[in-house]
């Protein structure tokens, strides 16, 4: 045996097995179905109360519903073997996908932050009472749809990445619910601006974390919880190694770490031993 060994490690834990993908795609689907139904509703309740909180809930949930059929599609492709030159699959197209949803919800934040910007001078009569009851509704169908996807595997970024999004509209849905209240009780118009503002915020926010994460595996950052120079002074510090170089590390899609290295052993070192308790330590110690 050559007394320099190199080593090539690549390992994901991904969630592709069949009975548990096509369990994740019913919760999905079962999540998907709510949020239409009651979007379609609240654009019509919406329109009937002039509340432009309401418009800015339905907004948002369209995105949280585009992102669900994205992550579907997503699915669909993931699981395809690769083929041609797919060396690694379609399991990027959720990445891709995830970052179209962050997209839409900063351009529809920038035009509801705009128009609600606009109506807290010149606010119109508002039905708070319909705004009221509406956003109650939209609070227990959001916590529905959130016990959905949270049955689904939550390591994919798109459906994490829609799981977080009905917990904003949860929020949302509250404040607009206070809103309609204050209206109802106070006559004050401008409670519903307010309450569009904070979820153009929420919208912001989710959408800025949706970009920023996706970015990272595009430009093959390494995962938010691997510090890779620590990563390869532990490796270098294990009984046998002289030496690790040429030491890189990515995600190939969300929830699907990939690590390779050249490692160096000891002269008569057995290359074969050392492999298996470096990867052994990613696996337990970086989940790699």
């Given at each position: 045996?050559?007394?320099?060994?190199?080593?090539?490690?690549?390992?994901?834990?991904?969630?592709?097995?069949?009975?548990?993908?096509?369990?994740?795609?019913?919760?999905?689907?079962?999540?998907?179905?709510?949020?239409?139904?009651?979007?379609?509703?609240?654009?019509?309740?919406?329109?009937?109360?002039q509340s432009l909180a309401l418009l800015s809930d339905a907004a948002h949930m369209l995105t949280d519903a585009a992102s669900i059929v994205l992550a579907l599609v997503a699915m669909r492709l993931a699981a395809r073997p690769p083929q041609g030159g797919f060396t690694y699959g379609l399991k990027r197209a959720e990445i891709l996908s995830a970052q179209a949803n962050g997209l839409t919800l900063l351009l529809l934040a920038l035009w509801?932050?705009?128009?609600?910007?606009?109506?807290?001078?010149?606010?119109?009569?508002?039905?708070?009472?319909?705004?009221?009851?509406?956003?109650?509704?939209?609070?227990?169908?959001?916590?529905?749809?959130?016990?959905?996807?949270?049955?689904?595997?939550?390591?994919?970024?798109?459906?994490?990445?829609?799981?977080?999004?009905?917990?904003?509209?949860?929020?949302?849905?509250?404040?607009?619910?206070?809103?309609?209240?204050?209206?109802?009780?106070?006559?004050?118009?401008?409670?519903?601006?307010?309450?569009?503002?904070?979820?153009?915020?929420?919208?912001?926010?989710?959408?800025?974390?949706?970009?920023?994460?996706?970015?990272?595996?595009?430009?093959?950052?390494?995962?938010?919880?691997?510090?890779?120079?620590?990563?390869?002074?532990?490796?270098?510090?294990?009984?046998?190694?002289?030496?690790?170089?040429?030491?890189?590390?990515?995600?190939?899609?969300?929830?699907?770490?990939?690590?390779?290295?050249?490692?160096?052993?000891?002269?008569?070192?057995?290359?074969?031993?050392?492999?298996?308790?470096?990867?052994?330590?990613?696996?337990?110690?970086?989940?790699?």
């Amino acid at each position: 045996m050559s007394p320099t060994s190199g080593h090539g490690h690549g390992h994901g834990h991904g969630h592709d097995h069949g009975v548990s993908a096509d369990a994740d795609r019913r919760w999905l689907t079962a999540a998907l179905a709510l949020i239409v139904a009651f979007m379609l509703g609240e654009v019509v309740v919406g329109l009937v109360a002039q509340s432009l909180a309401l418009l800015s809930d339905a907004a948002h949930m369209l995105t949280d519903a585009a992102s669900i059929v994205l992550a579907l599609v997503a699915m669909r492709l993931a699981a395809r073997p690769p083929q041609g030159g797919f060396t690694y699959g379609l399991k990027r197209a959720e990445i891709l996908s995830a970052q179209a949803n962050g997209l839409t919800l900063l351009l529809l934040a920038l035009w509801l932050g705009y128009e609600a910007i606009t109506r807290l001078f010149e606010p119109p009569e508002v039905a708070g009472s319909l705004v009221l009851v509406t956003a109650l509704v939209g609070v227990v169908v959001n916590l529905a749809a959130a016990w959905c996807i949270s049955r689904a595997n939550r390591s994919s970024l798109n459906v994490e990445g829609a799981f977080q999004h009905i917990l904003n509209d949860l929020f949302a849905f509250i404040a607009t619910a206070i809103a309609g209240g204050v209206i109802l009780l106070t006559g004050f118009r401008q409670a519903d601006a307010i309450a569009s503002l904070i979820v153009v915020v929420l919208m912001l926010k989710a959408g800025v974390g949706l970009v920023r994460e996706s970015g990272r595996i595009f430009l093959e950052a390494s995962p938010a919880h691997v510090d890779p120079d620590a990563l390869g002074a532990e490796l270098a510090a294990s009984p046998r190694v002289v030496q690790v170089h040429d030491l890189h590390v990515w995600q190939i899609t969300s929830g699907q770490p990939a690590l390779s290295a050249h490692v160096l052993v000891v002269p008569d070192g057995d290359c074969h031993a050392t492999r298996q308790e470096l990867e052994e330590l990613l696996e337990h110690t970086y989940e790699i």
